[in-house]
């Protein structure tokens, strides 16, 4: 079983399009895989899933998907302040969560992070 961070975009795209994150999504859901998620991540996605761009997707649909993650993802609380990606900041919480649950990968389609390869 892998430990697993999704990084906002990739759960985005599990919630809307039902695309290959829909797939790592529903196998974090049935228990193959297992999803970890900080405060600073959890805060984001709700953040980003607010936006008018997403409004397609029913209210009742984010909100059965909120719950959900917050019920089957491990919630991480990372101690540590990385500074490894400089040109968005932002994206060393997806880091962050990363090291200190022991991710065994990070699912991502941000250019930053793939940019990196491996960490």
């Not at 999704?6 to 974090?28: E, F, R």
């Not at 999803?35 to 984001?44: K, R």
């Not at 990372?78 to 090291?99: G, S, W």
Request: include cysteine.
């Amino acid at each position: 079983m892998k430990r697993l961070v999704l990084d906002t975009n990739t759960l985005i795209s599990a919630v809307g399009w039902k695309d290959s994150a829909y797939t790592v999504w529903l196998a974090c859901v049935e228990g193959r895989h297992e999803l970890l998620i900080s405060p600073a991540l959890l805060a984001e996605f709700e953040t980003v899933l607010s936006r008018h761009k997403f409004a397609f997707i029913p209210t009742e649909e984010r909100q059965r998907f909120l719950v959900l993650l917050t019920a089957i993802a491990e919630l991480i609380e990372p101690h540590m302040v990385l500074d490894v990606v400089t040109a968005d900041p932002a994206d060393n919480r997806v880091l962050e969560c990363a090291v200190e649950g022991k991710a065994t990968a990070l699912i991502s389609r941000d250019h930053h992070l793939l940019e990196l390869q491996v960490y």
